[in-house]
């Protein structure tokens, strides 16, 4: 993940204007919230959680199809 140093907002800011940090949000797509200047948290648009889970099904369905294909022989010998 890359992270914009224009997203890095402290926890401090992030209590005291949260509507601030959420307009920086929609405009980068995610905040970086830190505390005592270490990274702790981050808000992202809630859309981005649905995205990233297609992603990661998919990403494991090719996986399961490769996993398939190479051993299909022992699959079927299984399946009888």
């Keep these: 993940m890359t992270i914009n140093t224009e997203s890095l907002v402290s926890i401090t ?6 509507s ?10 995610a905040a970086v919230v ?3 200047n270490v990274p702790r948290y ?5 859309n981005q959680l649905k995205d ?8 494991a369905l090719v996986s399961a ?3 398939l ?10 399946a009888q």
């Excluded at 981050?42 to 809630?46: E, G, H, L």
């Excluded at 294909?69 to 299984?78: I, R």
């Design 69 to 78: 294909k190479k051993h299909l022989p022992a699959f079927k010998k299984l």
């Design 42 to 46: 981050i808000i992202f648009d809630f």
């Design 52 to 59: 990233e889970e297609t992603s990661s099904t998919s990403e």
């Design 34 to 36: 830190l505390k005592n």
């Design 13 to 18: 800011e992030t209590n005291q204007n949260f």
């Design 65 to 67: 199809r490769k996993l």
């Design 20 to 29: 601030r940090v959420t307009r920086l949000v929609d405009r980068t797509g």
